[in-house]
């Protein structure tokens, strides 16, 4: 798959809440080949260490006007220094990297949690878009880690939410409202992205339910080419590079999360 170096644009950037914030880029070239599940890797500096690329998951694209957006939480010198990038600056952007989703279920379900929620973001407009409206389940810490549901609201059939301290939706993690779902909503493909003891607790059940089920992995990367190895964990029967052979794989041929 043809992968570009673009030197983008910033258009703007959004707080969505206390440490998590959307960047809109100008990368024509990119936002005509991503898919949902892909990624990209962004050089947040070319001034200041850290030098290495910061791989972040595709929210959103805009084909039309050759844009894609970039949800990221604040938790280290590298994305602190992309929260201050302002509207015109320009940044070395690498995509679309990586293997995407399987697109094809007829009644999916979403199930994320924290940043994991943007490549599933991406993964329901492009349903929506073929007349498919998934259902999406949430789980977050608090309310404010849920302010994902102002961007699901308009793409999504139905929308459950939960929280480790029942301050929005149902009190503990998605396991509090997932067997319910599958036991009553008749999902025929299911698309986890988030913690990795989410993931693993969620494709276990979903596998049990006789469901397919797709796993996006988060890992840290340092090259996002296959080059480096930062980012190999087990798979069935041999080692696995999240950043080439994945991050989406089928929840069958990951043994190590
Ligand atoms: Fe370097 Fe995957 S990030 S091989």
Request: hydrophobic share 40%; charged share 20%; with cysteine.
């Amino acid at each position: 798959m043809t992968k570009y170096v673009e030197e983008a644009r910033v258009i703007g950037q959004r707080v969505l809440n206390r440490a998590t914030k959307q960047i809109d880029l100008i990368a024509p070239r990119i936002a005509a080949e991503a898919v949902p599940g892909q990624f990209v890797n962004v050089q947040v500096s070319r001034r200041t260490a850290p030098l290495l690329r910061r791989p972040l998951g595709i929210a959103w694209v805009d084909k039309q006007h050759g844009a894609i957006s970039l949800i990221y939480r604040i938790i280290g010198d590298a994305t602190k220094i992309l929260a201050d990038v302002c509207s015109g600056d320009v940044i070395s952007v690498v995509g679309p990297l990586g293997h995407g989703f399987d697109c094809s279920a007829k009644h999916p379900l979403l199930v994320g949690g924290g940043t994991g929620l943007a490549p599933l973001l991406y993964l329901a407009e492009s349903m929506e878009e073929e007349g498919i409206r998934p259902d999406v389940l949430m789980g977050g810490r608090t309310a404010d880690d849920l302010f994902w549901k102002d961007e699901y609201v308009n793409l999504v059939e139905r929308m459950g939410l939960t929280t480790d301290d029942g301050s929005l939706g149902t009190r503990g993690t998605v396991m509090a409202e997932l067997p319910l779902m599958l036991q009553r909503l008749h999902y025929d493909c299911v698309y986890v992205c988030g913690p990795a003891p989410m993931m693993k607790a969620v494709s276990a059940a979903v596998t049990e339910a006789g469901i397919k089920c797709q796993v996006s992995l988060e890992r840290y990367m340092a090259c996002g080419l296959g080059a480096c190895l930062s980012c190999s964990c087990q798979g069935v029967g041999k080692r696995i590079k999240v950043c080439q052979d994945g991050p989406v794989f089928w929840a069958g041929e990951v043994t190590e999360w």
